[in-house]
């Protein structure tokens, strides 16, 4: 996936999620699936390097956008 297409995706399940009143886990799935929560956790996207950065209290993950295969709710 395209770094692009990560950042408009992950924008848009953050403008609805601070829409709702619910608590959400967002999972970003490639070779491993990794947890993110918007209450907790930061995450940043390089188009230069192709690469997502999530970070929370566990530590730094940096994902390559190429193995992304699906960000669900």
Do not use: H
């Not at 692009?4 to 601070?18: H, V």
């Not at 188009?47 to 997502?52: A, K, M, P, Q, T």
Request: proline share 1%; charged share 25%.
């Amino acid at each position: 996936m395209k770094a692009s297409a990560i950042d408009r995706i992950m924008s848009e399940i953050l403008k609805q999620y601070k829409d709702s009143s619910g608590v959400i886990n967002i999972m970003v799935a490639g070779s491993n699936c990794y947890a993110f929560n918007p209450d907790t956790d930061e995450y940043s996207i390089s188009s230069e390097d192709n690469v997502l950065l999530l970070e929370n209290d566990r530590g730094t993950q940096w994902i390559s956008c190429d193995s992304v295969t699906s960000i669900e709710i």
